[in-house]
T-cell receptor, first 108, second 113 residues
Framework: AQRVTQPEKLLSVFKGAPVELKCNYSYSGSPELFWYVQYSRQRLQLLLRHISRESIKGFTADLNKGETSFHLKKPFAQEEDSAMYYCALSAGFQKLVFGTGTRLLVSP | DAGVIQSPRHEVTEMGQEVTLRCKPISGHNSLFWYRQTMMRGLELLIYFNNNVPIDDSGMPEDRFSAKMPNASFSTLKIQPSEPRDSAVYFC???????????FGDGTRLSIL
């Protein structure tokens, strides 16, 4: 069964601190993984996908197949990064399985 | 491109009433998804269509929920009769194909009294 686990419901950091949002997945095939972000009362937006190996808004995520993880990282958090972050797994037939999300709160 | 368009943005109605949520996907996208978001359960996939055909409706909670996609540019999610526990934000998303990212609408915030 496909499953995405985000163990932290809330992550609170100070501005300028490093951030790591954890994501672990369970999937027997070759996964496609995504991070989506939802700012307050806005639509979900794609933040990044592992296949493109890019950095968006200073965030990066590396797929670790050995640890079945796709953690989202940023070296220096900004207040505008405060949002809800969802890790998602594409498990065939275009279906996305989402984690329960982690709320990131960046304080000044 | 206006993106995925959902209507209404907000809906408040009494239990027992029929509720219809609407979605217009991005032109050229051949897949459409309906999600429900609640505090307790997060984001749940209800149903998705590929080329207007329902592919997986295993997430639809019960027979009170139904979804249609009569053409490539329009889909509806209907709840009849509605119940207070259906209160949630309902998102529609579309994508170009397998492995491609999904683009979400603004959602419909539904409150059943």
């Amino acid at each position: 069964a496909q499953r995405v686990t985000q163990p932290e419901k809330l992550l609170s950091v100070f501005k300028g601190a490093p951030v790591e949002l954890k994501c672990n997945y369970s999937y027997s095939g070759s996964p496609e993984l995504f991070w989506y972000v939802q700012y307050s009362r806005q639509r979900l937006q794609l933040l990044l996908r592992h296949i493109s190996r890019e950095s968006i808004k200073g965030f990066t995520a590396d797929l670790n197949k050995g640890e079945t993880s796709f953690h989202l990282k940023k070296p220096f958090a900004q207040e505008e990064d405060s949002a809800m972050y969802y890790c998602a797994l594409s498990a065939g037939f275009q279906k996305l399985v989402f984690g329960t999300g982690t709320r990131l709160l960046v304080s000044p | 491109d206006a993106g995925v368009i959902q209507s209404p943005r907000h809906e408040v109605t009494e239990m027992g009433q029929e509720v219809t949520l609407r979605c217009k996907p991005i032109s050229g996208h051949n897949s459409l998804f309906w999600y429900r978001q609640t505090m307790m359960r997060g984001l749940e996939l209800l149903i998705y269509f590929n080329n207007n055909v329902p592919i997986d409706d295993s997430g639809m909670p019960e027979d009170r929920f139904s979804a249609k996609m009569p053409n490539a540019s329009f889909s509806t999610l209907k709840i009849q009769p509605s119940e207070p526990r259906d209160s949630a934000v309902y998102f529609c998303a579309s994508s170009q194909g397998w492995g491609q990212p999904q683009h979400f609408g603004d959602g419909t915030r539904l409150s059943i009294l």
